[in-house]
């Protein structure tokens, strides 16, 4: 009867461990994943400030030459 019961205690403590094991990596991963959106969206508001930049410092360029403005190289800016 004790070995049953230890063998019972035994595989419920096994079964809680891997549980708990499976709830802490989908946390890491969850933590991870959140850190690498925020990485692209600060990276993307970067290259988005960049544009900006550049295109006004086209009109400036344009302003001061007295020619009509290039058109820039990249892709246009999404809107939103």
Request: charged fraction near 20%; charge should be positive; hydrophobic fraction near 45%.
């Amino acid at each position: 009867m004790i070995a049953i019961v230890g063998v019972a205690c035994f595989l419920t403590g096994f079964i809680a461990a891997a549980l708990l094991r499976e709830t802490l990596v989908a946390a890491r991963i969850s933590r991870s994943q959140e850190r690498m959106q925020r990485k692209v969206r600060y990276w993307m508001s970067e290259a988005a400030h960049a544009r900006n930049v550049a295109e006004q410092l086209l009109y400036q360029r344009a302003a001061c030459t007295g020619r009509d403005p290039e058109p820039p190289d990249g892709p246009p800016l999404p809107s939103g």
